[in-house]
Every structure is written in structure tokens, then in C-alpha cells.
């Protein structure tokens, strides 16, 4: 998204300096044609960050997009200076008539590239809602109607300066995302249950602690991509606890569970039923070509998909041991409840004992 950025940086200080006023309104000038030929390959290049894996500013292909961008003006350059800017008379070709507003004083070639752009990033804003680069239909909406005004001046500076500030709002909440919402399962990460637990302080509350059983098994024995499912499936029994809990992923195969206002007494029974939702539940290995959605017409399969049982041990404690208890004492005692069922054969809940008065 920084490559964005500098080709919106780029293209406002072009225009300012090289298409400015109405001189880039008249057909055959410099400024005209300078005009067209960024008309042309702003919405490209958008496209193409846009639809291209980002790999990176210091990689090999972030370095040749880098490249790409840079080139393009010294390209155009180079034929201003050897006369032959001739090649772009064709940018001024009439495709569209009066489909092509009076308003718009763009090319028709850049406007059939706008429309097509912003179709295909507005699909893309639908297919990956949670890209940062879901925003660049809007990006390119901005941008359209930057070049609408003809040539450089306060108006598209201050549209490109809109579509900027789009991608900027755009990476920050990306980045918000990637810290509190975890990618493979949806749920809500660590930094988010920490969140919660300083929030809840003065209240009783509980955590629990959830340890896959067996999970680096099903890696070694099935693949990373089958553990994935198994997680996946986790997450999704335990979004859905009783009791008012909130699910988090903590890390790896372990999850934690937030009852605020339950002492762990009172938790115990959801964490019970939890833990039999997840062991009852079958769960089928996923084939490589298998759809994410389950399709309307169920093909029939050559033999029998494999099934697995996923277990679960539960560890669970709560703020009323002792009154001098911060989150982090609690976790650790939620954790040692977990390995104490595990101890006991997993599959199964443990809650830290009060103490006797």
C-alpha cells in the first residue's frame, strides 16, 4: 500500500508541474498529452497493486514493482526529448461518444479503464472483505474524479489527497485487525482477552484455558492444512460457549475462554458442556479440493472420508483466591488446572479447589 501512496504522490506532483491550468485542455499540447498518458496509467498501476500479491518492499518483486512505477515517467520523458510524442495522439481517439460525460475530461481509453477497474476492485471488495486493499475501488473513484477536472490544480490534489487518506485508514484498520482478530480462526487474540481482563478487574470473573488434545499428532500424522481445520473447527464450539463467555485464541492449539461476573464454580458447568459439544462433534478431514461452503449438490465420493475425534482439556480459575491477584496469576493458574487434566487423562475440566477457611 506505500507503492499506492507514492503513485498518488507521484501523479499529483506530475500533474501540478507538468498539467497544470488550461493549457492541458487543449488537444496537442505538452500538457495535454502529459495529462492523457497519466489518465492511462494511474488506474493501471492501481489495478495492479490491487490484484498482485505484495511481497514486500525489499524483495525481489517488491523491488521490480518499485521499478515499474519509476520507470513509466522517464519513459515518457525520454520520447518528449527524442520527438516522438506523437505515439500518444492515440489517446485522444474517440471510443465512446456521448457515453463519455462533457464533465469527465478524461480520455475515453482512461475512462473504459475506470470502469472495468472499478468493477473488478469492487468484486474484489466483496471476494476479500478482509484485505487492505478492499478499499481501492473507493481509491479509484477518488482518482476518477481527480482527472475529471482536466488538469492540475487545488481540485485533484485535493481528491488524490482523498484517495490517500483512504489507503491510510485502510492500513490502520488492517493493522487493528491483525492485532486483535486472529486470521486463521476469526476469533479475537490474545491482546484482545488482556483487553477484557483489565476491563472486568472489579468484577469476579473466570478464565479458562483450552489445550487441544493430541494436536501436533494430527500435524505430524495429516499436515499443517488438516490442523488448520481442527482449529477452525475449535473456534468456531467455542465462539459459540454458553454462560456469557468470550472465546479468544491465545496462541498455537490453546484458547481462552472470559466468563465475567461467574466465579469458577459458577463457569464450570458451560465449560463441561463445552467440552462434550467439542468430543461429540465428528469431524471430517477436509480434501484438498473440497469447497469452503458446503455446495448446494453434494457429488458422490469414491470411498469414505476419513473422521477424526477431537478432544479437548479445560483449565479453569478465578479472581477470588486471593484479592491480591492480577490477570497474569490467574492465567497461570487457569494453565496449571489444564495440565492437571491432561494429567488425568485430557478430555476432561479441572478448576482450581478454593482454598478451606
Not at 479503464?113 to 469492487?122: A, D, N, Q, R
Request: net charge positive; charged share 20%; hydrophobic share 45%.
Amino acid at each position: 500500500m506505500v507503492l499506492a501512496l507514492v503513485t498518488l504522490a507521484m501523479v499529483d506532483r506530475i500533474l501540478l508541474h507538468y498539467a497544470a491550468g488550461n493549457a492541458a485542455l487543449a488537444a496537442g499540447t505538452t500538457e495535454h498529452i502529459v495529462y492523457n498518458v497519466v489518465a492511462i496509467l494511474l488506474p493501471l498501476n492501481l489495478m495492479a497493486i490491487a490484484l498482485l500479491p505484495e511481497r514486500g518492499l525489499v524483495t525481489v518483486q517488491g523491488i521490480a514493482q518499485w521499478a515499474a512505477i519509476i520507470v513509466q515517467p522517464a519513459i515518457v520523458i525520454q520520447l518528449f526529448k527524442t520527438g516522438n510524442e506523437g505515439v500518444f495522439s492515440f489517446l485522444d481517439v474517440s471510443f465512446l461518444g456521448d457515453l463519455n460525460p462533457t464533465w469527465a475530461r478524461i480520455p475515453d481509453l482512461s475512462a473504459i479503464i475506470f470502469v472495468v477497474g472499478f468493477l473488478i476492485l469492487t468484486a474484489q471488495y466483496f471476494w476479500r472483505p478482509d484485505s487492505e486493499r478492499k478499499n481501492l475501488a473507493w481509491v479509484l473513484l477518488a482518482c476518477f474524479m481527480a482527472l475529471s477536472q482536466g488538469y492540475g490544480g487545488v481540485e485533484s490534489t485535493s481528491y488524490l489527497a482523498t484517495a490517500g487518506l483512504m489507503i491510510i485508514i485502510s492500513v490502520i484498520d488492517t493493522s487493528y485487525r491483525l492485532a486483535y482478530q486472529d486470521a486463521l480462526t476469526g476469533l479475537p487474540t490474545r491482546r484482545g482477552m488482556y483487553d477484557l481482563l483489565y476491563q472486568i478487574t472489579h468484577i469476579h470473573y473466570t478464565v479458562a484455558m483450552v489445550d487441544v488434545d493430541h494436536f501436533k499428532n494430527f500435524n505430524d500424522r495429516h499436515g499443517h492444512d488438516v490442523g488448520d481445520q481442527v482449529l477452525r473447527m475449535v473456534a468456531s464450539l467455542l465462539a459459540g460457549v454458553s454462560g456469557g463467555g468470550k472465546a479468544f485464541r491465545y496462541g498455537g492449539e490453546e484458547f481462552a475462554v472470559i466468563f465475567p461476573g461467574k466465579q469458577v464454580e459458577q463457569a464450570q458447568q458451560h465449560l463441561e458442556r463445552l467440552r462434550a459439544n467439542i468430543a461429540g462433534k465428528v469431524f471430517t478431514i477436509r480434501g484438498p479440493g473440497r469447497p469452503r461452503k458446503k455446495p448446494e449438490k453434494l457429488k458422490p465420493v469414491a470411498k469414505p472420508r476419513q473422521t477424526l475425534q477431537i478432544t479437548v482439556s479445560i483449565g479453569g480459575a478465578d479472581n477470588t483466591f486471593r484479592p491480591d491477584e492480577q490477570p497474569d496469576d490467574i492465567i497461570k493458574a487457569a494453565d496449571e488446572s489444564l495440565y492437571a487434566a491432561k494429567q488425568a487423562g485430557r478430555n476432561r475440566v479441572r478448576i482450581r479447589a478454593k482454598p478451606k477457611i
